[in-house]
Protein backbone atom coordinates (compact mmCIF):
# COMPACT_ATOMS: atom_id res chain seq x y z
CA UNK A 1 0.00 0.00 0.00
CA UNK A 2 1.24 3.37 -0.76
CA UNK A 3 0.10 6.35 1.72
CA UNK A 4 -2.22 8.45 0.29
CA UNK A 5 -1.70 12.73 0.63
CA UNK A 6 -3.44 15.51 -1.02
CA UNK A 7 -2.79 18.99 -0.72
CA UNK A 8 -6.33 21.46 -0.83
CA UNK A 9 -3.95 24.50 -1.70
CA UNK A 10 -2.09 23.09 -4.79
CA UNK A 11 -3.36 24.45 -8.38
CA UNK A 12 -3.79 20.53 -9.18
CA UNK A 13 -7.50 19.41 -8.53
CA UNK A 14 -7.44 17.07 -6.22
CA UNK A 15 -8.77 14.11 -8.45
CA UNK A 16 -5.68 14.89 -10.23
CA UNK A 17 -3.02 14.05 -7.29
CA UNK A 18 -4.81 10.74 -6.11
CA UNK A 19 -4.76 9.85 -9.58
CA UNK A 20 -1.06 10.44 -10.16
CA UNK A 21 0.05 9.13 -6.51
CA UNK A 22 -1.18 5.91 -7.66
CA UNK A 23 0.13 6.33 -11.31
CA UNK A 24 3.52 6.43 -9.18
CA UNK A 25 3.28 4.48 -6.78
CA UNK A 26 2.52 1.51 -9.45
CA UNK A 27 5.27 2.78 -11.87
CA UNK A 28 8.24 2.71 -8.64
CA UNK A 29 6.70 -0.54 -8.09
CA UNK A 30 5.34 0.14 -4.46
CA UNK A 31 1.42 -1.03 -6.17
CA UNK A 32 1.58 -4.36 -7.06
CA UNK A 33 -0.76 -5.73 -9.83
CA UNK A 34 -3.59 -7.23 -8.02
CA UNK A 35 -3.31 -5.51 -4.76
CA UNK A 36 -6.27 -3.85 -3.47
CA UNK A 37 -6.95 -0.33 -3.56
CA UNK A 38 -8.81 1.37 -0.69
CA UNK A 39 -12.63 1.64 -1.19
CA UNK A 40 -14.23 4.96 -2.45
CA UNK A 41 -15.14 5.34 1.35
CA UNK A 42 -12.35 3.99 3.06
CA UNK A 43 -10.32 6.87 1.09
CA UNK A 44 -12.61 9.44 1.36
CA UNK A 45 -12.35 8.96 5.53
CA UNK A 46 -8.82 8.59 5.43
CA UNK A 47 -7.98 11.89 3.77
CA UNK A 48 -11.08 13.99 4.42
CA UNK A 49 -12.35 14.62 1.18
CA UNK A 50 -15.55 14.65 -0.79
CA UNK A 51 -16.30 10.17 -1.86
CA UNK A 52 -17.52 12.20 -5.43
CA UNK A 53 -13.84 13.23 -5.81
CA UNK A 54 -12.61 10.10 -5.19
CA UNK A 55 -14.82 7.90 -7.20
CA UNK A 56 -13.80 10.28 -9.89
CA UNK A 57 -10.00 9.86 -9.99
CA UNK A 58 -10.92 5.62 -9.66
CA UNK A 59 -12.69 6.67 -13.26
CA UNK A 60 -9.92 8.29 -14.38
CA UNK A 61 -7.04 5.38 -13.43
CA UNK A 62 -9.51 2.03 -14.89
CA UNK A 63 -9.94 4.09 -18.04
CA UNK A 64 -6.41 4.82 -18.36
CA UNK A 65 -6.02 0.70 -17.39
CA UNK A 66 -4.26 1.54 -13.96
CA UNK A 67 -6.68 -0.35 -12.18
CA UNK A 68 -9.71 -2.92 -12.73
CA UNK A 69 -12.86 -2.95 -10.69
CA UNK A 70 -14.82 -6.21 -9.98
CA UNK A 71 -17.90 -5.65 -9.19
CA UNK A 72 -19.04 -6.15 -5.23
CA UNK A 73 -14.66 -6.64 -4.34
CA UNK A 74 -13.52 -3.41 -5.17
CA UNK A 75 -10.40 -1.26 -6.94
CA UNK A 76 -7.26 -3.50 -7.99
CA UNK A 77 -4.01 -2.46 -9.34
CA UNK A 78 -4.14 -3.89 -13.29
CA UNK A 79 -1.71 -6.02 -14.81
CA UNK A 80 0.34 -3.43 -16.23
CA UNK A 81 -1.30 -3.22 -20.07
CA UNK A 82 -1.37 -0.55 -22.66
CA UNK A 83 -4.52 1.46 -23.53
CA UNK A 84 -2.97 4.12 -25.57
CA UNK A 85 -1.85 3.48 -28.80
CA UNK A 86 1.57 3.78 -29.73
CA UNK A 87 1.86 7.63 -31.59
CA UNK A 88 -0.55 8.96 -28.88
CA UNK A 89 1.55 7.31 -26.18
CA UNK A 90 4.67 9.31 -27.82
CA UNK A 91 2.87 12.39 -28.20
CA UNK A 92 1.91 12.19 -24.50
CA UNK A 93 5.17 11.39 -23.00
CA UNK A 94 7.02 14.05 -25.47
CA UNK A 95 4.29 16.76 -23.58
CA UNK A 96 5.65 15.61 -20.26
CA UNK A 97 9.19 15.73 -20.58
CA UNK A 98 9.10 19.29 -22.47
CA UNK A 99 7.07 20.34 -19.12
CA UNK A 100 10.02 18.91 -17.09
CA UNK A 101 12.74 20.41 -19.07
CA UNK A 102 11.61 23.69 -19.26
CA UNK A 103 11.01 24.12 -16.02
CA UNK A 104 14.58 22.53 -15.34
CA UNK A 105 15.53 25.36 -17.31
CA UNK A 106 14.15 27.89 -15.78
CA UNK A 107 15.59 26.63 -12.47
CA UNK A 108 18.45 27.23 -13.48
CA UNK A 109 19.87 23.41 -14.08
CA UNK A 110 22.78 22.10 -16.18
CA UNK A 111 22.26 19.87 -19.15
CA UNK A 112 24.47 17.59 -16.90
CA UNK A 113 22.58 17.99 -13.70
CA UNK A 114 19.56 17.32 -15.48
CA UNK A 115 21.02 14.05 -17.57
CA UNK A 116 22.57 12.73 -13.82
CA UNK A 117 18.91 13.44 -12.63
CA UNK A 118 17.00 11.63 -15.25
CA UNK A 119 19.48 8.72 -14.84
CA UNK A 120 19.09 8.09 -11.05
CA UNK A 121 14.81 8.31 -11.53
CA UNK A 122 15.58 5.73 -14.00
CA UNK A 123 16.41 3.17 -11.71
CA UNK A 124 13.96 4.03 -9.27
CA UNK A 125 10.94 3.13 -12.16
CA UNK A 126 9.85 -0.12 -13.41
CA UNK A 127 9.49 -0.17 -16.79
CA UNK A 128 8.27 -2.37 -19.70
CA UNK A 129 10.86 -4.78 -20.70
CA UNK A 130 11.04 -5.19 -24.73
CA UNK A 131 9.26 -3.13 -27.02
CA UNK A 132 5.62 -2.48 -28.26
CA UNK A 133 6.37 -1.99 -31.44
CA UNK B 1 -37.87 13.31 -12.31
CA UNK B 2 -37.30 14.80 -8.76
CA UNK B 3 -36.68 18.67 -8.25
CA UNK B 4 -33.14 19.45 -6.98
CA UNK B 5 -33.42 20.21 -3.23
CA UNK B 6 -32.43 24.00 -3.81
CA UNK B 7 -33.34 25.90 -6.39
CA UNK B 8 -32.76 29.66 -6.60
CA UNK B 9 -34.51 31.37 -9.45
CA UNK B 10 -33.52 34.85 -10.85
CA UNK B 11 -33.27 35.57 -6.80
CA UNK B 12 -33.35 39.33 -6.16
CA UNK B 13 -33.43 40.52 -2.77
CA UNK B 14 -33.37 44.39 -1.24
CA UNK B 15 -32.96 45.72 2.19
CA UNK B 16 -34.28 49.22 1.71
CA UNK B 17 -33.10 50.74 -1.25
CA UNK B 18 -29.57 48.70 -0.71
CA UNK B 19 -29.50 45.46 -3.10
CA UNK B 20 -28.21 42.19 -1.39
CA UNK B 21 -29.06 39.49 -4.32
CA UNK B 22 -29.14 40.50 -7.42
CA UNK B 23 -30.92 38.09 -10.22
CA UNK B 24 -29.51 34.70 -8.11
CA UNK B 25 -29.75 31.56 -9.97
CA UNK B 26 -28.47 28.40 -9.17
CA UNK B 27 -29.48 24.98 -7.83
CA UNK B 28 -27.85 21.98 -5.62
CA UNK B 29 -28.46 18.74 -6.77
CA UNK B 30 -29.42 15.91 -4.11
CA UNK B 31 -26.28 14.16 -3.08
CA UNK B 32 -23.79 16.34 -3.46
CA UNK B 33 -22.60 19.16 -1.30
CA UNK B 34 -22.79 22.52 -2.56
CA UNK B 35 -20.24 25.91 -1.07
CA UNK B 36 -21.27 29.14 -1.46
CA UNK B 37 -18.52 31.49 -0.96
CA UNK B 38 -18.17 35.07 -1.07
CA UNK B 39 -16.85 38.16 1.18
CA UNK B 40 -18.33 39.63 4.66
CA UNK B 41 -21.22 41.42 3.09
CA UNK B 42 -21.14 39.81 -0.17
CA UNK B 43 -25.34 38.11 0.25
CA UNK B 44 -24.35 34.42 1.67
CA UNK B 45 -26.45 34.69 4.39
CA UNK B 46 -29.33 36.62 2.78
CA UNK B 47 -29.10 34.03 0.02
CA UNK B 48 -30.23 30.93 2.80
CA UNK B 49 -32.65 33.31 4.43
CA UNK B 50 -33.97 33.76 1.48
CA UNK B 51 -34.22 30.13 0.53
CA UNK B 52 -35.74 29.09 4.53
CA UNK B 53 -38.45 31.59 4.31
CA UNK B 54 -37.24 34.26 6.46
CA UNK B 55 -36.91 37.00 4.07
CA UNK B 56 -39.32 37.51 0.85
CA UNK B 57 -37.08 37.68 -2.48
CA UNK B 58 -38.39 41.45 -4.04
CA UNK B 59 -37.70 39.55 -7.13
CA UNK B 60 -37.90 35.85 -8.60
CA UNK B 61 -38.03 32.46 -6.66
CA UNK B 62 -36.52 29.94 -4.01
CA UNK B 63 -37.69 26.50 -3.85
CA UNK B 64 -36.97 24.36 -1.16
CA UNK B 65 -37.49 20.35 -1.05
CA UNK B 66 -40.09 21.24 -3.87
CA UNK B 67 -41.47 23.76 -2.01
CA UNK B 68 -41.85 27.70 -2.54
CA UNK B 69 -39.78 29.58 0.14
CA UNK B 70 -42.74 31.57 0.80
CA UNK B 71 -45.02 29.28 1.38
CA UNK B 72 -42.89 26.04 2.92
CA UNK B 73 -45.47 23.66 4.98
CA UNK B 74 -45.12 23.41 8.96
CA UNK B 75 -43.45 19.87 8.95
CA UNK B 76 -40.92 20.67 6.06
CA UNK B 77 -38.63 21.87 9.00
CA UNK B 78 -38.17 18.11 9.90
CA UNK B 79 -36.35 17.47 6.89
CA UNK B 80 -34.50 20.27 6.66
CA UNK B 81 -31.66 20.52 9.30
CA UNK B 82 -29.93 24.20 9.46
CA UNK B 83 -27.34 25.78 12.00
CA UNK B 84 -27.18 29.56 11.47
CA UNK B 85 -23.83 31.47 11.52
CA UNK B 86 -23.10 31.90 15.32
CA UNK B 87 -26.17 29.65 16.11
CA UNK B 88 -27.69 30.88 19.81
CA UNK B 89 -28.49 28.20 21.83
CA UNK B 90 -30.76 28.21 24.48
CA UNK B 91 -27.97 28.63 27.84
CA UNK B 92 -29.06 27.96 30.70
CA UNK B 93 -30.26 24.32 29.79
CA UNK B 94 -27.73 21.65 30.29
CA UNK B 95 -27.19 19.25 27.56
CA UNK B 96 -28.92 16.81 28.34
CA UNK B 97 -32.07 19.31 28.39
CA UNK B 98 -31.10 20.92 25.16
CA UNK B 99 -31.59 17.13 23.51
CA UNK B 100 -34.95 16.61 25.25
CA UNK B 101 -36.69 19.92 23.72
CA UNK B 102 -35.22 19.48 20.34
CA UNK B 103 -36.95 16.00 20.63
CA UNK B 104 -39.99 17.41 21.40
CA UNK B 105 -40.21 20.13 18.90
CA UNK B 106 -38.76 17.89 16.11
CA UNK B 107 -41.55 14.78 14.93
CA UNK B 108 -38.62 13.28 13.21
CA UNK B 109 -35.35 13.69 15.86
CA UNK B 110 -33.59 10.73 16.69
CA UNK B 111 -32.24 10.39 20.02
CA UNK B 112 -30.15 7.92 19.54
CA UNK B 113 -28.50 9.34 16.89
CA UNK B 114 -27.91 12.19 18.57
CA UNK B 115 -26.31 10.00 21.35
CA UNK B 116 -23.96 8.48 19.35
CA UNK B 117 -22.88 12.51 18.09
CA UNK B 118 -22.28 13.64 21.25
CA UNK B 119 -20.47 10.55 22.16
CA UNK B 120 -18.28 10.77 19.00
CA UNK B 121 -18.09 14.56 19.57
CA UNK B 122 -17.04 14.32 23.57
CA UNK B 123 -19.98 16.71 24.14
CA UNK B 124 -20.88 16.69 28.39
CA UNK B 125 -24.51 16.12 28.63
CA UNK B 126 -24.77 17.59 32.12
CA UNK B 127 -22.42 20.70 31.34
CA UNK B 128 -24.83 23.64 30.82
CA UNK B 129 -24.82 25.50 27.41
CA UNK B 130 -23.25 28.53 28.39
CA UNK B 131 -19.99 26.77 30.10
CA UNK B 132 -19.29 25.10 26.41
CA UNK B 133 -16.65 26.40 24.57
CA UNK B 134 -17.71 28.27 21.61
CA UNK B 135 -16.27 24.46 19.61
CA UNK B 136 -18.57 22.73 21.67
CA UNK B 137 -21.29 24.62 20.89
CA UNK B 138 -21.35 24.68 17.42
CA UNK B 139 -20.82 21.21 17.61
CA UNK B 140 -23.99 20.87 19.59
CA UNK B 141 -25.79 22.99 17.03
CA UNK B 142 -24.44 20.69 14.16
CA UNK B 143 -25.58 17.50 16.31
CA UNK B 144 -28.77 18.72 16.98
CA UNK B 145 -29.75 19.90 13.35
CA UNK B 146 -28.20 16.15 12.09
CA UNK B 147 -30.20 14.60 14.52
CA UNK B 148 -33.44 15.05 12.86
CA UNK B 149 -32.32 12.57 10.02
CA UNK B 150 -32.68 15.55 7.66
CA UNK B 151 -32.64 15.39 3.73
CA UNK B 152 -30.55 18.54 3.36
CA UNK B 153 -28.16 19.87 5.29
CA UNK B 154 -27.52 23.95 5.44
CA UNK B 155 -25.20 25.53 7.24
CA UNK B 156 -23.68 29.04 7.28
CA UNK B 157 -20.27 29.84 8.01
CA UNK B 158 -20.17 26.43 10.35
CA UNK B 159 -16.06 27.09 10.12
CA UNK B 160 -16.72 30.67 11.67
CA UNK B 161 -14.48 31.11 15.21
CA UNK B 162 -13.35 27.01 15.00
CA UNK B 163 -9.83 25.59 15.29
CA UNK B 164 -8.42 23.37 12.71
CA UNK B 165 -9.01 19.98 14.90
CA UNK B 166 -12.73 21.06 15.49
CA UNK B 167 -13.42 22.14 11.44
CA UNK B 168 -11.71 18.86 10.61
CA UNK B 169 -13.90 16.93 12.81
CA UNK B 170 -16.57 18.99 11.30
CA UNK B 171 -15.23 17.99 7.49
CA UNK B 172 -15.41 14.31 8.29
CA UNK B 173 -19.17 15.04 10.01
CA UNK B 174 -20.15 16.39 6.43
CA UNK B 175 -17.88 13.32 4.68
CA UNK B 176 -19.95 10.70 6.68
CA UNK B 177 -23.52 12.55 5.95
CA UNK B 178 -23.40 12.48 2.14
CA UNK B 179 -21.82 9.36 2.22
CA UNK B 180 -25.52 7.86 3.60
CA UNK B 181 -27.25 8.12 0.32
CA UNK B 182 -29.27 11.00 -0.44
CA UNK B 183 -28.29 13.40 2.03
CA UNK B 184 -27.82 16.88 0.22
CA UNK B 185 -25.66 19.91 1.80
CA UNK B 186 -25.38 23.52 1.23
CA UNK B 187 -22.97 25.49 3.49
CA UNK B 188 -20.99 28.78 3.30
CA UNK B 189 -17.66 29.51 3.78
CA UNK B 190 -14.69 31.50 3.27
CA UNK B 191 -12.00 28.66 4.81
CA UNK B 192 -11.29 27.36 0.84
CA UNK B 193 -9.13 24.95 1.86
CA UNK B 194 -12.14 23.03 4.00
CA UNK B 195 -14.41 24.21 0.77
CA UNK B 196 -11.79 22.28 -1.67
CA UNK B 197 -11.74 19.09 0.42
CA UNK B 198 -15.70 18.30 0.77
CA UNK B 199 -17.45 20.68 -2.23
CA UNK B 200 -18.84 19.03 -5.33
CA UNK B 201 -19.62 22.22 -6.57
CA UNK B 202 -18.56 25.76 -5.85
CA UNK B 203 -20.55 29.47 -6.32
CA UNK B 204 -18.74 32.43 -5.56
CA UNK B 205 -21.52 35.51 -4.58
CA UNK B 206 -19.51 38.99 -4.98
CA UNK B 207 -21.99 42.21 -4.23
CA UNK B 208 -25.01 40.02 -4.58
CA UNK B 209 -23.90 38.93 -7.73
CA UNK B 210 -23.20 34.86 -8.90
CA UNK B 211 -19.71 35.21 -10.61
CA UNK B 212 -19.03 31.24 -10.48
CA UNK B 213 -21.21 28.44 -10.31
CA UNK B 214 -18.99 25.19 -11.16
CA UNK B 215 -17.83 21.82 -10.23
CA UNK B 216 -14.71 22.05 -8.00
CA UNK B 217 -13.13 19.92 -10.57
CA UNK B 218 -13.30 22.12 -13.65
CA UNK B 219 -13.32 25.44 -12.03
CA UNK B 220 -9.60 25.26 -11.86
CA UNK B 221 -9.15 23.51 -15.09
CA UNK B 222 -11.61 26.88 -16.50
CA UNK B 223 -10.03 29.57 -14.69
CA UNK B 224 -6.28 30.21 -15.66
CA UNK B 225 -3.77 33.53 -14.45
CA UNK B 226 -1.51 34.60 -17.36
CA UNK B 227 1.59 37.17 -16.28
CA UNK B 228 2.53 38.99 -19.50
CA UNK B 229 5.97 40.29 -19.82
CA UNK B 230 6.73 44.14 -21.58
CA UNK B 231 9.73 46.37 -22.34
CA UNK B 232 8.53 48.97 -20.84
CA UNK B 233 5.51 49.87 -18.98
CA UNK B 234 2.83 47.09 -19.47
CA UNK B 235 -0.29 48.69 -21.94
CA UNK B 236 -4.12 48.37 -19.98
CA UNK B 237 -5.56 45.25 -20.51
CA UNK B 238 -6.83 43.91 -24.02
CA UNK B 239 -10.59 44.01 -24.20
CA UNK B 240 -10.96 39.99 -24.04
CA UNK B 241 -14.20 37.51 -22.77
CA UNK B 242 -14.71 36.29 -19.62
CA UNK B 243 -11.86 38.58 -18.26
CA UNK B 244 -11.86 38.40 -14.09
CA UNK B 245 -9.13 40.50 -13.25
CA UNK B 246 -6.52 42.23 -14.65
CA UNK B 247 -3.85 44.08 -12.94
CA UNK B 248 -0.70 46.09 -14.27
CA UNK B 249 2.53 46.72 -12.28
CA UNK B 250 5.24 48.48 -14.23
CA UNK B 251 6.60 46.09 -16.68
CA UNK B 252 3.60 42.74 -15.86
CA UNK B 253 0.35 42.79 -16.90
CA UNK B 254 -1.39 39.71 -14.77
CA UNK B 255 -4.57 38.89 -16.53
CA UNK B 256 -7.12 36.29 -14.82
CA UNK B 257 -9.61 34.70 -17.36
CA UNK B 258 -12.53 32.38 -17.72
CA UNK B 259 -13.00 30.31 -20.61
CA UNK B 260 -10.90 32.38 -22.84
CA UNK B 261 -7.40 31.32 -21.91
CA UNK B 262 -6.44 30.61 -26.01
CA UNK B 263 -6.94 34.17 -26.55
CA UNK B 264 -4.56 35.91 -23.78
CA UNK B 265 -1.19 34.92 -25.21
CA UNK B 266 -2.19 36.52 -29.06
CA UNK B 267 -3.72 39.55 -27.35
CA UNK B 268 -0.87 40.10 -24.95
CA UNK B 269 1.39 39.48 -28.32
CA UNK B 270 -0.41 42.07 -30.38
CA UNK B 271 0.20 44.14 -27.84
CA UNK B 272 3.67 44.10 -27.71
CA UNK B 273 4.50 41.23 -24.71
CA UNK B 274 7.40 39.80 -24.83
CA UNK B 275 6.33 36.38 -23.12
CA UNK B 276 3.06 35.46 -21.77
CA UNK B 277 2.56 32.67 -19.27
CA UNK B 278 0.24 30.77 -17.80
CA UNK B 279 0.11 30.14 -14.16
CA UNK B 280 -0.93 27.66 -11.44
CA UNK B 281 -3.81 29.20 -9.18
CA UNK B 282 -5.54 27.74 -6.10
CA UNK B 283 -8.86 28.10 -5.12
CA UNK B 284 -8.04 30.66 -2.70
CA UNK B 285 -6.20 32.66 -5.33
CA UNK B 286 -9.35 32.25 -7.86
CA UNK B 287 -11.81 33.50 -5.12
CA UNK B 288 -9.42 36.88 -4.17
CA UNK B 289 -9.24 36.89 -8.10
CA UNK B 290 -13.12 37.18 -8.34
CA UNK B 291 -14.45 39.40 -5.45
CA UNK B 292 -11.50 41.86 -5.57
CA UNK B 293 -12.38 42.54 -9.05
CA UNK B 294 -12.26 45.49 -11.73
CA UNK B 295 -8.50 46.26 -13.40
CA UNK B 296 -6.01 48.00 -10.47
Known amino acids: ?133 | MSESPVVFDRVTHYYGSERALDTVSFRVEPGTIFALLGRNGAGKTTALKCLLGFLPPTRGSARLLGHDATELPPDLRNRVGYVAEGQQLVGWMKVRQLVAFQKASFASFDAELCAVYLKQLGLPLKRRVFQLSRGMRAQLALALALAQRPELVILDDPAMGLDAVVRREFLEVMIDLIQEEGRTLLFTSHILSDVERVADRVAILDRGVLRVNAPLDTVKERVGRYRALFDGDAPAAPELPGLVRARRRRNELVLTVIDGGGAVPEACTKLGATSVEREPMSLEDLFVDYTSGGES
Open chain 1, 1 to 133: MIPFRVDPTDSEPLFQQIVNTVKRGVAVGRLKPGERLPSVRELARELVINPNTIARAYQVLEADGVTLSRRGAGTFVAERRVVVKSDERRRRFKAALEGVLADAVHLGLTAEEVKKAFAAALKRFRFEEGSHE
